[in-house]
């Protein structure tokens, strides 16, 4: 095409990068907190749209006349493209969708007429579903259904309608052809059929993973504590007890040297411990949300105060170890404990009325299901979860690595976070089966209905300064949804919102690409707060610890580590993590 500026050609290393960066930034755990996927239910929750959507003919009979008026555009605008001329293209492409970023989608007339006709084919399922909407949930799961279906049918993920593949192929004498289904054959075999997202093999605990230099202190049936080495000469007379989620190991916190939320707290001036919960199995299945909350960070606190013999410790909570960071506060101002300083909550939920794409897997239907499974075995496993969240965001979690791994004939990249999430644990029936139906159904802990230990919750009563973070591409916990913490928190509260998504977000050391926003009002409505928010460059890690400095004391010469009655039982991180 003459005149029209083609995009850059990717290199041939590129695709397994990309889709290794894309799911970086799409990864939650916490999705891995559902059910399975059952494919009668969302097969029921497609028909039951669809049946709706006839009783609406005129809507339907508009989408299928706009989807013939789309098609019939697409001859012509791939003419125009033959012959060297722009004609705008019937249905417009994503600029953000990455799979068609080759430039022959563009230029090719073949490959626009197909990209075309799979644009407006989509285009008129979710026209069709919108015309059947009624139940909130029914409509969740046919979106999600249908979407996946979209997504496996795209013309990217086959070798004939993929022009980045067919060039690859021909470059590499079919080479990469060969590479692709060798990896298609090990996947196969050893991977579930689903292609693997990351190379594991360059990382290990304590070394490049989880390797901050520290001690574990403590120890009983559900926890390990580590507290970590000092790296200044002076630190802040508040500890800080960061409190992990126990979906996965708690080393996202700690991930790896200059991307590690605890080594950036240690190396400005603050004495960190951290919690690591042992990986349950059938014998714990009894285990309770009462147990995780009184035998984890409340005897965590305990341990804490002895060691260092301070009267206050603030607290870092991360998604589900935010919820019971929550919990906790709540807890303890109802039995007259004042220690907990400052509190921290990241990417965490404590209203459940808008759930996001995980409010779909939330209803009656799918939690007992659930149930009667976690009966047979005691446990949730969350490595054979790991498909539920994998559909939610297929293009980046499945199809990209279709793409790069089968089809390029390339080997998944090394992320570390990729690996961290790769390390997956179990969770215990009981504790699984009322945080679900508390909290997801019932939504218990913002209407100030939920008891723990023999305790009535209210947020309201807890007084500590907050400090709320979310995620502007969070899709499993919106941060929208978070943000709804700043008016059922009692104290205090300044309201962050961080570039990146669910996992990337809080991983986010200062850099070029980050940036937040911050208000000074707190409006209901998360909209009008981030309207009247200002944007800053770099990361809420800096910005969190000049609020957290002005809360955590004077300086002083750090505190031993360990002590008589908590001496150091072994190196950092511990032995829980390996489980």
């Given amino acids: 095409m003459s005149g029209v500026a083609r995009p850059r050609e990717a290199a041939p290393w590129e695709a397994a990068w990309q889709a290794g960066a894309d799911a970086c930034e799409a990864l939650a755990p916490e999705a891995g907190l559902m059910a399975r996927l059952d494919p009668a239910d ?11 959507a006839a009783l ?12 013939g008026t789309a098609l019939a555009k697409v001859g012509p605008a791939a003419a125009a493209r033959w012959l060297g001329s722009q004609m705008a293209p019937p249905v417009p492409a994503d600029p953000r969708d990455r799979r068609f970023a080759d430039p022959s989608w563009d ?47 795209a013309p990217t993920n086959f070798l004939a309608t993929n022009p980045a593949a067919v060039k690859r192929a021909f470059e590499t004498g079919g080479a990469s052809v060969l590479a692709g289904a060798r990896n298609f054959l090990d996947d196969l075999a050893w991977n579930g059929g689903r292609p693997r997202q990351v190379d594991t093999a360059p990382f290990e605990l304590g070394r490049n993973l989880a390797a901050t230099p ?44 200059g991307r590690s939320f605890i080594e950036w707290a240690v190396q400005h001036q603050r004495t960190v411990f951290a919690i690591s919960y042992r990986n349950p199995d059938a014998a714990m299945s009894g285990v309770t949300l009462d147990d995780y909350l009184i035998h984890g960070p409340s005897t965590a606190l305990d341990v804490i105060s002895e060691i260092t013999g301070s009267p206050v410790i603030d607290i870092v909570g991360l998604c589900l170890g ?51 499974e976690m ?30 791994n089968w089809l390029m004939g390339q080997s998944p990249p090394a992320f570390d976070i990729l690996a ?25 802990l913002a209407r100030g209905e939920m008891e723990l230990a023999g305790t009535l919750l209210s947020l309201a009563d807890v007084k500590s300064d907050a400090y709320l973070v979310g995620a502007v591409n969070d899709h499993i916990v919106p941060w929208p949804s978070s943000y709804k913490a700043t008016s059922l928190l009692g104290g205090s509260v300044r309201y962050v919102l961080s570039s990146g998504g669910h996992i990337a977000g809080i991983v986010n050391p200062p850099g070029p690409k980050s ?65």
């Avoid at 969302?42 to 709706?52: I, N």
């Avoid at 200044?232 to 989620?245: D, I, K, N």
């Avoid at 990241?346 to 149930?371: C, H, K, M, Q, W």
């Fill in 107 to 153: 230029g090719n007339p073949g490959y626009f007429a197909l990209r075309q006709g799979y644009l407006a084919a989509r285009r008129l399922g979710e026209d069709l579903l919108a015309a059947g909407r009624g139940d909130p949930v029914t409509d969740e799961k046919a979106k999600l259904a249908v979407g996946f279906a979209f997504d496996a049918l």
């Fill in 375 to 404: 009966a047979r075995t005691g446990v949730m496993e969350g490595s054979k979860m790991a498909v539920t969240f994998d559909v939610l965001r297929a293009n980046d979690l499945i199809f990209s690595y279709v793409v790069s």
């Fill in 322 to 372: 935010g919820a019971l960071t929550a919990m906790l506060a709540a807890y303890l101002a109802e039995t007259g404990d004042n220690r907990v300083g400052s509190v921290t909550l990241l990417n965490t939920l404590l209203d459940y009325s808008e759930p996001g794409v995980l409010g779909a897997f939330a209803d009656e239907e799918t939690i007992s299901r659930l149930e009667k």
């Fill in 515 to 579: 940036w937040y926003q911050v208000g000074e009002h707190y409006p209901e409505s998360p909209a009008q707060w981030r309207e009247a928010a200002l944007r800053h460059s770099g990361s809420w890690w800096e910005d969190w610890t000049a609020w957290a400095d002005t809360r955590a004391g004077r300086l002083g010469p750090p505190p031993p580590m360990g002590s008589k009655r908590y001496p150091a039982l072994g190196e950092a991180p511990g032995d829980y993590v390996r489980g």
């Fill in 42 to 52: 969302f097969g029921e929750s497609v028909l039951s749209v669809l049946g709706r």
């Fill in 56 to 67: 609406r003919p005129a809507e339907v009979a508009g989408a299928w006349a706009r989807f």
């Fill in 214 to 257: 520290g001690k574990v202190v403590f120890r009983n049936d559900l926890i390990e504590l580590i507290q970590y080495a000092p790296q200044t000469s002076q630190v802040r007379g508040v500890p800080l007890l960061p409190s992990p989620p126990w979906i996965n190991k708690y080393y996202v916190m700690d991930l790896a040297p």
């Fill in 420 to 444: 961290w999430n790769a390390d997956s644990t179990r969770l215990p029936a009981a504790m699984h089966s009322f945080y679900l139906r508390s909290l997801y159904a019932q939504n218990e």
